[in-house]
C-alpha cells in the first residue's frame, strides 16, 4: 500500500471514529433528555390531573371522571391510563396503541425508551378515593430521537464527506514531492536521469530532494563521462589524426563484421602518390591540410551516391568501403571518387588522372577478408603496373539473377511465405543456459535455396525490408516456433521496416494478438539509430508497449554518442563483430571496456558476436559481458 493510501486510511479511519464517537453521545444524551423530560411530564400530569378528579370522585361522579381523563388521554402523550376506585374496586382503563407515524418500525422496534409508569393515591383528607396509574406513550421519544438522529446523520455525512475531499485534496498537494521523488528514485534506479526535481517548501521533504538532485546529477555527468570516455578512445584508437578519417584498425574491423553479414558492395583501394608531390613542393604541413580537405571532399561527394566507409590505411593509400550496392552504382561511385580527387588534384596543382591508381574488388558470394584484400590489391597493383586511373577485378562468377528477376523471385517467395528457418544460440557467461536464440531464414526459389547473404542486399536495394519482415514474423507465428523452445526468439529487422509507420501499425496490431509477445526480441541496427532515430523512438514504443523486447545490433559500430541508450532503453545489446577481431596489441581493449561499460552502467544485458574459438572469448572475460554467440555454436535446423 502507498503512503497516501496509508496516512489518507488513517485520517478516514480516525474521522469515522471522530463521528462515531460524537454521533454516539448525541445519541446517548438525546436518549436521556428525552427520558427525564417524558417521566418529568408524566409526573406533572399525574400531580395536576389528581388534584382535578378529587371533586368528581368524591361525589362519586363517574361521567364527570371519565370527561376529565378522556380530555387529557386524547392528547396521546399517554399509552395507558387505569383509574381504580378504591370505594368499590371498579377499575376504567383507557389505552392508545404504539403506531408512531413518521418513524420506522424497526427503529421502534430497538426499544430504546423503557416503560414510564405514574402510580398515586387520590385522598380527600385522610380519605383515600382512588388510585391513578398514568404509562407515557413513547411515540413522543422516538419522534424526537429519531429526527434529531436523522439530522445529526446528514449534517455528519456532509461535513465527513467534505473533510474526505479536503483530506484527499491536501494530502495530495503535501505528498505530491514524495510522489515526485519515488517517480525520480525508480528513474535514477533505471539510469533515467531526467530534469532535477522542483524543491517543495516541506522542510523535511527539502534535504531528500536536495540529495536527489545531487546524486541524479552525478550519475548523468558519470554516464557523460563514460560516453566521452569512448569518444576520445575511438578518436586515439580509431581514427587517423591527420585526415580525420577511420584508421587501418577499424576498416579491418568493418571489413570482417561486412564479410559476415547478408551484404553486397565491393571494396576499393586507392594509392595516391601525388601527395608525396605535394609534401616535397610545400612542405608536410601543406600536404597534411591536403589529406584533411581531400577527405572532407570525399565523404561529402561520396555519401550522396552510397553508403560507405572511408578510411586512411597508409600515409598515401585510402580503403572505401561500399557497404551496400549494386555493380552499376559501384561504378557511379568509382566516378564521383575519380572526380573528386581531379579536382583537389588541380587545387594543388598537380595533373589531373596522374599519380594516382584505384582498385576495385566487388563482392560476390562468400568470401573471407584475405579474399577481398587480395582481390582489391590485385586489381590496384595492375591499375599502378599499366598506368591506368583503375582497375577493376575480373571474376568468373557471374550473378545468380538480375535485378528485376530478383524483384519477381524475391515477391513471389516471400508471399508465399517460402521460408526455411534455422536459429543460432546466444549462450549466458559461464554456464549452459541460453538467453535466447537469434533467427535465421533462407528462402526456397523454385527449386533453389538461397541464403540470407545472397537475398537480403537485394530486399534493402529493392525496398522488400517491411514485407519480408511482415511474412516472416507471421510464419514464425503459424509454424509456432515460439512454442519449440523455453527462450525467447530474436529476429533482425530491416531499415525499411524501421522507418515505415504502416509496419509500425501492423507490428502493433499482430503484438496485441498473440498471447507470446514477451518471448520475441527484436534487434535494431545501431546504424538506424543514428539516421532515423524518431522511426526507432516510434517503433521501440510499440515493441516495449505490447510486452516485447529489443536489443540494439552491431553495437559499437557507429561513431557516434551512445547517449541514445538511456532514451531507448533496449533490454540488451550484440557488440560489433569487428570487437571480436581486434587485437590487444592494437590497445583496443581500453575502448572494448569503456563501450562495455556504457552498456552496464545502464544495467542493459552485453552480447558479444563474432565468436569462433575461445581464445575470442577468454578475451571478454574479464570485461564482464553477460552473454556471447557465433560460429563456436553455428545456427542449427528448427526442428519439427
Not at 453521545?25 to 433528555?33: A, D, G, L, P
Not at 550496392?325 to 572526380?339: N, V
Request: charged fraction near 20%.
Amino acid at each position: 500500500m502507498t503512503l497516501f493510501r496509508q496516512i489518507y486510511s488513517l485520517l478516514f479511519g480516525l474521522f469515522l471514529l471522530v463521528v462515531a464517537s460524537l454521533g454516539y453521545v448525541q445519541f446517548t444524551e438525546t436518549q436521556s433528555f428525552l427520558t427525564k423530560q417524558m417521566a418529568s411530564d408524566l409526573n406533572n400530569t399525574s400531580n395536576s390531573l389528581g388534584i382535578m378528579l378529587v371533586p368528581d370522585l368524591e361525589a362519586g361522579d363517574i361521567v364527570g371522571a371519565e370527561t376529565l381523563i378522556n380530555v387529557i388521554f386524547e392528547g396521546g402523550y399517554y399509552q395507558q391510563v387505569k383509574l381504580t376506585w378504591l370505594v368499590d374496586g371498579k377499575q376504567q382503563t383507557w389505552e392508545n396503541p404504539i403506531h408512531i407515524e413518521g418513524v420506522p418500525q424497526w427503529f421502534i422496534d430497538l426499544d430504546f425508551f423503557q416503560t414510564i409508569k405514574k402510580e398515586s393515591i387520590i385522598t380527600s383528607g385522610w380519605i383515600q378515593l382512588a388510585k391513578l396509574e398514568l404509562t407515557a406513550h413513547p411515540g413522543f421519544g422516538y419522534n424526537e430521537l429519531w429526527r434529531t438522529m436523522t439530522n445529526a446523520i446528514i449534517v455528519f455525512s456532509v461535513l465527513f464527506l467534505i473533510a474526505i475531499v479536503v483530506a484527499r485534496v491536501g494530502l495530495t498537494m503535501i505528498l505530491k514531492p514524495l510522489h515526485e521523488i519515488a517517480v525520480h528514485a525508480k528513474e535514477i534506479a533505471q539510469r533515467k536521469f531526467g530534469p532535477d526535481m522542483r524543491v517543495p517548501k516541506t522542510a523535511e521533504l527539502k534535504s531528500v530532494v536536495l540529495a536527489f538532485n545531487s546524486m541524479s546529477d552525478q550519475l548523468k555527468q558519470l554516464f557523460n563521462s563514460l560516453d566521452e570516455e569512448v569518444g576520445e578512445l575511438r578518436k586515439k584508437n580509431l581514427v587517423d589524426q591527420v585526415s580525420g578519417l577511420p584508421n587501418r584498425q577499424y576498416m579491418m574491423g568493418r571489413l570482417n563484421s561486412w564479410l559476415n553479414e547478408p551484404a553486397s558492395g565491393a571494396l576499393v583501394m586507392a594509392k595516391f602518390d601525388w601527395l608525396e608531390e605535394v609534401h616535397s613542393k610545400y612542405g608536410y604541413q601543406v600536404r597534411d591540410e591536403t589529406i584533411k580537405l581531400l577527405a572532407e571532399k570525399m565523404q561529402e561527394h561520396l555519401d550522396e551516391v552510397a553508403s560507405s566507409v572511408i578510411a586512411r590505411i597508409a600515409a598515401y593509400e585510402f580503403a572505401f568501403l561500399i557497404t551496400s550496392s549494386e555493380h552499376d552504382q559501384t561504378s557511379r561511385y568509382l566516378q564521383t571518387l575519380i572526380r573528386t580527387i581531379n579536382q583537389e588534384m588541380s587545387k594543388a596543382g598537380c595533373k589531373p588522372n596522374e599519380n594516382f591508381a584505384i582498385g576495385v574488388a566487388e563482392r560476390i558470394g562468400h568470401m573471407s577478408v584475405s579474399d577481398i584484400l587480395a582481390q582489391t590489391d590485385n586489381a590496384l597493383q595492375k591499375a599502378i603496373k599499366e598506368d591506368k586511373v583503375f582497375h577493376w577485378f575480373e571474376t568468373n562468377e557471374k550473378q545468380l539473377f538480375t535485378r528485376e528477376q530478383w524483384r519477381e523471385h524475391l515477391s513471389t517467395a516471400i508471399q508465399k511465405c517460402n521460408f526455411n528457418f534455422k536459429w543460432q544460440p546466444v549462450h549466458i557467461n559461464d554456464s549452459d543456459n541460453i538467453l535466447q536464440r537469434e533467427l535465421y531464414c533462407q528462402l526456397n526459389m523454385g527449386d533453389k535455396i538461397i541464403h540470407a547473404g545472397q537475398f537480403m542486399p537485394y530486399v534493402e536495394l529493392l525496398s522488400l525490408g517491411s514485407m519480408l519482415d511482415k511474412y516472416l514474423i507471421q510464419d514464425v507465428h503459424e509454424k509456432h516456433i515460439l512454442n519449440k523452445n523455453y527462450e525467447p526468439i530474436a529476429i533482425n529487422l530491416t531499415f525499411q521496416s524501421i522507418s515505415d509507420p504502416k509496419f509500425h501499425e501492423w507490428l502493433n496490431t499482430f503484438l496485441r494478438s498473440t498471447p507470446l509477445s514477451e518471448r520475441i526480441c527484436f534487434d535494431i541496427p545501431e546504424a538506424a539509430v543514428y539516421s532515423d532515430p524518431d522511426s526507432c523512438d516510434a517503433i521501440c514504443a510499440v515493441i516495449r508497449d505490447n510486452g516485447a523486447t529489443f536489443g540494439i545490433d552491431h553495437f559499437g559500430r557507429q561513431f557516434g554518442s551512445m547517449s541514445y541508450l538511456q532514451s531507448l532503453r533496449p533490454s540488451y545489446v550484440k557488440l560489433d563483430q569487428s570487437f571480436a577481431y581486434y587485437d590487444d596489441s592494437e590497445h583496443s581493449g581500453e575502448l572494448c571496456r569503456a563501450i562495455i561499460n556504457v552498456a552496464r552502467g545502464l544495467d542493459i544485458k552485453v552480447i558479444v558476436t563474432g565468436i569462433e574459438e575461445m581464445p575470442q572469448l577468454e578475451r571478454f572475460v574479464p570485461l564482464k559481458t553477460n552473454a556471447f554467440m557465433g560460429y563456436i555454436f553455428p545456427p542449427t535446423d528448427i526442428e519439427d
